[in-house]
Structure formats: C-alpha cells, structure tokens
C-alpha cells in the first residue's frame, strides 16, 4: 500500500458514537424488555450496566446469565424493533464535517462494528460517509463476543496504512478500550453513547473520556504524535 500515512489513523465505532442512536437503543430495549417480562430500564441505568457481550449486559438485570434460548430470543426481538427505528437516527454532532476533514487533510480512518455488516454498510452509505473510510466492518457471524478479535483482523486487513502505535480507537464502549489495547492501539472514549462518564474512567486514567467528537479527535492526534 506504499509509505505509512501521516498523523493518527482512528478506528471509529459506529453505534452510540458516529451514530447518535442511544435514546433509539433504549426505546427498543424497552419494548424488547416487556415482550419478554422484563421490567422496562432508565437512561442512566442502562448506560451504567451496559457491557459486551451483551449477554452479561442482561445477567446484570436478571441475576443469571440467559440460556442461549433465551438469549436467541433477546436478541431477535431487540434487533426487530431497533431497526425499525434506525432510520431515524442521524449521526453525531459534527460527525459528517470531521470524517470529511480529516479525509480533505489527508489522514486515514476506519469504522470496525458489531453492528450486522449487512445492515451496516446501506445506513452508512444513506448518511453519505461510506467514502470517508478506508475500510468499514460489521459483524459477519453470530457471535456477540467483544471486538478484540475483530480487531486484530480489521488492521491486518489494512496493512500499510497505519502501525498499531498510531492507530486510535474512538468509541463509546470500555469494550472499544479493551479491543484497542488488544492490539497495542490507543483509545479515546466518548461519552455520548450507551456507557456513563463513570463506568467509562473506570478504564484507567490512561484511556481519555471526552464529550465531544472533536475533542476526541483532537486527542487522538496528540496521541499518535
């Protein structure tokens, strides 16, 4: 692929963090909630109790861990209702200008998901990013297993393009912060999606926890300086 690009090549997640989809995820979780009998969840509840995989997410609220059955079906019936309102969501503030940016300023970025890859790529197109990255992932399997591993094969597939130590991870989960150090990357939480300002600077004072996609892009420069 030729010389290493300058500057901070960022691995964007995309839900709760370019996409600004979190009162649309606790909408659905709450109509998936009372299909199956669970009691229906705050904001701040669940942005303090949420994690991946998912299924802890749900022995945090039911006291044990689902059986796969069970899971099968929390899974199935969330995902029903939350892409019946997706289309609704726009991205984050400023999101569209500083993909654009950066891209005009010639540095590099990505988007790693778990979001299904098959839902993924036509709502990031319908935004009119898809050009901005070098190279978007969903999930391709059925596992809700973390990104660690999705990691690792995502920037071996973008070998040339940036060395682990100038890749930054921007995201709105610890589990952004877990996969990027994973593959010896930096991260940058954010504090717009599904997790509290608490339960994400519970990561350690070397993970930065900002408000902002700017700020977070403005840290992630300087930590790839």
């Known amino acids: 692929m030729g010389k290493l690009q300058r500057g901070a090549h960022i691995v964007w997640d995309w839900n709760g963090t370019l996409l600004h989809d979190i009162h649309a995820v606790i909408e659905s979780t709450n109509a998936s909630f009372a299909e199956i009998g669970l009691d229906p969840i705050t904001l701040e509840r669940y942005r303090d109790l949420y994690c991946v995989p998912v299924p802890l997410f749900y022995e945090r609220l039911m006291g044990r861990l689902p059986t796969d059955a069970e899971w099968e079906v ?37 988007l790693l998901s778990l979001a299904p890859h098959e839902h993924l790529v036509p709502i990031v197109r319908r935004h009119g990013i898809e050009e901005h990255f070098v190279r978007i992932d969903g999930r391709m399997d059925a596992s809700h297993a ?43 939480l954010y504090t717009g999606g599904s997790h509290s300002r608490a339960s994400l600077e519970a990561v350690g004072v070397q993970v930065p926890v900002v408000d902002s996609l700017a700020e977070a892009v403005e840290v992630a420069e300087r930590l790839a300086a």
């Open 74 to 110: 929390m899974d199935a019936v969330f995902h029903k209702h939350y892409w019946a309102r997706a289309e609704a969501c726009g991205l984050a503030d400023g999101a569209a200008e500083l993909l654009a940016e950066r891209r005009a300023a010639g540095r590099t970025q990505s």
């Open 146 to 188: 973390g990104k660690a591993e999705r990691m690792v094969r995502h920037l071996a597939a973008l070998e040339g393009v940036a060395a682990a130590e100038r890749v930054v991870v921007i995201g709105d989960a610890v589990d952004d912060a877990v996969a990027a150090a994973h593959v010896g990357a930096q991260a940058v």
